[in-house]
Structures are given as C-alpha cells and as structure tokens.
C-alpha cells in the first residue's frame, strides 16, 4: 500500500509533507511533488501537514484522481529525491 499526490498539488508543489517522511520517498517533478510506492511506508505523517490537501492513501484516492497512482509510480523513478522544504510555486488550489 501507498499514499498518492493527487491533482491539489498540480502548480502548488508545498513541500511541507518531505520535511515529515521518515523514509524519504518523496521525489520532486517540475510541477508537482509525487511519492515513489515502494518507499512509501503508509505512516501518514504527510497527509496533515499538506496544505491543499493533495495527498491520499491508493485505497480513498478520490475516482477522479485514479490515474495519479500510476502516475506516482512512473514519475517517482524519473524524478530527484526531495528531502527539503522549498518555497511553494502558488496557493493550493480549491
């Protein structure tokens, strides 16, 4: 099991949820934030503290955000490790 960033975070990219991850699994694409599946531990530490909300376990990922599990795993064995807070690109979306 994993957790997902979904589509909140697309333009948005807080980084808020990296500084928290005790396995570091999150990496970091030019638009967005994605969490590679196979470090993903499921402890949940990421979930509050991401401010637009973007982020779900794969089993409540919302139906219209399905594709982003895949898309988590495709681009988070493209994409560099993200372990820092960074200054956000926009205000969360919604």
Known sequence: ???????PCFNCKYTDCVVVCP????????????????????????????????IFHEDNLPAQWADYLKLNAEMSEQCPPI???????GPPIG
């Open 1 to 7: 099991m994993t957790h997902v960033v979904a589509e």
């Open 23 to 54: 396995v570091e699994c999150f990496k970091e694409g030019e638009s967005m934030l994605f969490i590679h599946p196979e470090e993903c531990i499921d402890c949940e530490a990421c979930v509050p503290e991401c401010p637009p909300q973007a």
């Open 83 to 89: 372990t820092e807070k960074k200054e956000p690109l």
